[in-house]
Nanobody, 120 residues
Framework: EVQLVESGGGLAQPGGSLRLSCAAS????????MSWVRQAPGKGLEWVST????????YYSDPVKGRFTISRDNAKNTLYLQMNSLKSEDTAVYYC?????????????RGPGTLVTVSS
């Protein structure tokens, strides 16, 4: 059974940083593509970033490109999202998901999420 548990959310000031983690179990993490998606209050799910199992190739949505960094530690079965230069529009529940963009947005393999609030 796929299990994903996010942590690291909280309150940050505009311009600040947070690092999200996602502990994965129940599947072969090292050979799985992984993604982060988010849901802002009152809005739908939005894809944020994907990291492939192949060479840890990364992809980012335009709103976060240059500010967020996705990474993985296959030895620890853990996915990360380093978020810098945070903006109020980054406020959302962040979910890690097994798979690429389509699977992350439309599949069922997501964690319970962690809330990120960016406010002064």
């Amino acid at each position: 059974e796929v299990q994903l548990v996010e942590s690291g959310g909280g309150l940050a000031q505009p311009g600040g940083s947070l690092r999200l983690s996602c502990a994965a179990s129940g599947f072969s993490f090292s050979v799985s593509d992984m993604s982060w998606v988010r849901q802002a209050p009152g809005k739908g799910l939005e894809w944020v970033s994907t990291i492939l199992s192949y060479k840890s190739t990364t992809y980012y949505s335009d709103p976060v490109k240059g500010r967020f960094t996705i990474s993985r530690d296959n030895a620890k079965n853990t996915l990360y999202l380093q978020m810098n230069s945070l903006k109020s529009e980054d406020t959302a529940v962040y979910y890690c998901a097994k798979g690429g963009i389509a699977t992350a947005l439309h599949g069922n393999n997501r964690g319970p999420g962690t809330l990120v609030t960016v406010s002064s």
